[in-house]
């Protein structure tokens, strides 16, 4: 069953909410075109003032990229290339709010979530989350824009733990 994206608006804050029940809130097509949909339905209104992403539940923001979605096409890079195109948008959209963003990270935050992650204005963890870049483990290439960003926040050397 593919994930999901909601997108729920409380007086003037909109809570975007990444769901993908059973795989850690990991990221595949759906979810993907999805954030990029609720990017854009939430710029669009007039009443929202502030943007909060988060997960599902209680174990996961978001454990990237779901490499079973994309283990499932039959040609890696065209799995890879769905996720990618909606999150395109969605980050194109990060870049546009017209109000801050909040990312609210708890359990697991890897890859692709971290990406998530640093495109919000500010980001608040519990005290357990745990966070790791297994792009390199796994035989992956990591988004240079995504590099950029988490150094730009937390300096090369921490970037180069999360990575490495």
């Known amino acids: 069953m593919p994930g999901k994206v909601t997108l729920d608006v409380d007086q003037s804050v909109a809570i975007v909410t990444i769901e993908n029940n059973g795989r850690l809130n990991a990221m595949?097509?759906?979810?993907?075109?999805?954030?990029?949909?609720?990017?854009?339905?939430?710029?669009?209104?007039?009443?929202?003032?502030?943007?909060?992403?988060?997960?599902?539940?209680?174990?996961?923001?978001?454990?990237?990229?779901?490499?079973?979605?994309?283990?499932a096409e039959t040609d890696r890079a065209k799995g890879f290339g769905r996720v990618g195109a909606g999150?395109?948008?969605?980050?194109?959209?990060?870049?546009?709010?017209?109000?801050?963003?909040?990312?609210?990270?708890h359990g697991v935050c890897y890859g692709g979530g971290i990406h998530l992650a640093v495109t919000a204005d500010f980001r608040f963890a519990d005290s357990a989350l745990r966070m790791v870049v297994p792009a390199v483990k796994n035989g992956?290439?990591?988004?240079?824009?995504?590099?950029?960003?988490?150094?730009?926040?937390?300096?090369?050397?921490?970037?180069?733990?999360?990575?490495?």
């Open 28 to 71: 595949d097509d759906a979810v993907a075109c999805g954030l990029a949909d609720a990017v854009a339905a939430a710029t669009a209104r007039g009443d929202v003032g502030v943007m909060v992403l988060r997960g599902a539940g209680r174990d996961a923001f978001c454990a990237g990229v779901d490499l079973k979605f994309v283990a």
């Open 140 to 164: 992956l290439l990591y988004p240079i824009p995504a590099l950029e960003r988490m150094m730009r926040l937390v300096g090369p050397s921490r970037t180069r733990r999360l990575v490495l």
């Open 87 to 105: 999150l395109e948008k969605f980050f194109a959209g990060m870049a546009k709010l017209p109000f801050p963003s909040i990312a609210m990270l």
